[in-house]
């Protein structure tokens, strides 16, 4: 490890005065930009990586003064060419294009770079790839599956049930099922308050059959679960705390599993499958696009590719000039 004052980054250490300004900048990334915690430390790890990238060659910055002189256009691309030599997926390159503008804006609106130095950095173009979705069919038999788990009123199964509904149902995200609290659910409605990416709220319907399992989860499995570590939230794990991600995906994965006919997937295919049956069933875009919490609908068009690829593959196996 390094000494006092100073911080090891890949067999590089880097100086207190240069942690202290990378500090600074994830905690406005958090608390100035409301990005999340997990945005915050892959930034972290990416500026980190930078600014031990500059002292590759022994004579890397230590003050705040070196690190204006050594962060330069042709230093980033040369930081970013040697992650392409090494490997990096397109997508990593991409994220740490993102950080070092970000951490360049920031540098440069604080004093810290005379610069905005990253400004003209661009980034690859991620390759896009067609997320794994469920037919209509295997989502209906994966559904079966949890509610024939939960016919007999075991507390985890009632809630197993539930995960597997809202996560199709509302094409929620993982973390944002595992947020929410009992107040959250409007159950007069058939709405349920979510809390997405930015801290950004939205609310989103859930139909009879979602009802049906939230009602047998709140009437006989939650009272069974809870404890006086459980707070609000409306699902729970086995000691009675809030359900974890992980756990929950280890659900979804477990029933998936179960399920014949249908492959064992994660939490996010079926948000995946959810937006795609959305689509195919005639809902507008846009809706869709409000409904699983995306700020922009070119995040949201990757459906209407899934529906395409569909689409073909229906007609090259069905039409005598495909």
């Known amino acids: 490890m390094g000494g006092k004052g100073e911080s090891v980054v890949r067999g590089r250490t880097l100086s207190a005065p240069l942690e202290n300004v990378i500090d600074d900048y994830v905690q406005d990334l958090i608390t100035g930009r409301s990005r999340s915690e997990a ?6 790890s990416d500026i980190r990586a930078l600014v031990a ?13 070196d690190l204006a002189a050594a962060l ?28 070092a503008r970000s951490f360049s804006t920031w540098a440069c609106r604080r004093g810290v770079l005379p610069t905005d130095v990253a400004a003209r950095l661009e980034a690859p173009r991620a390759r896009r790839h067609l997320p794994q979705v469920l037919d209509r069919t295997q989502a209906a038999e994966t559904i079966r599956t949890a509610e024939l788990g939960a016919a007999e009123g075991d507390p985890i199964a009632l809630r197993d049930r539930l995960v597997v509904e809202l996560l199709y ?6 973390a944002e099922l595992c947020g929410v609290d009992v107040d959250d659910v409007d159950t007069g409605r058939r709405l349920l308050r979510v809390t997405g990416k930015g801290d950004r709220e939205r609310a989103v319907p859930y ?11 709140l009437d006989g499995g939650r009272p069974a679960l809870a404890t006086s570590v459980s707070g609000p939230a409306l699902l729970l794990g086995a000691r009675g705390g809030r359900l974890d991600p992980r756990a929950a995906r280890r659900v979804v994965n477990e029933v998936t599993s179960a399920t014949p006919g249908s492959p064992r997937v994660s939490p996010h295919a079926l948000r995946h499958s959810s937006a795609t049956h959305l689509l195919e069933g005639g809902a507008d875009l846009r809706h869709v696009q409000e409904l699983l919490g995306h700020s922009t609908p070119a995040t949201t068009q990757i459906y ?5 690829e569909r ?12």
Not at 210 to 215: I, Q
């Open 311 to 322: 689409l073909r593959a229906a007609y090259r196996g069905a039409h005598p000039r495909a």
């Open 72 to 99: 330069t256009l042709p230093a980033l691309r040369g930081w970013l060419a040697a992650q392409v030599r090494a490997g990096a997926a397109r997508s990593t390159i991409a994220r740490r294009v993102a950080a």
């Open 304 to 308: 209407t590719h899934v529906s395409a």
């Open 39 to 44: 945005t915050a430390r892959s930034y972290r």
């Open 169 to 174: 149902s509302c094409g929620i995200r993982v």
């Open 207 to 217: 139909g009879p059959p979602a009802e049906r399992a939230l009602r047998a989860w």
């Open 53 to 65: 990238h500059l002292g590759a060659n022994g004579d890397g910055p230590d003050t705040v003064t």
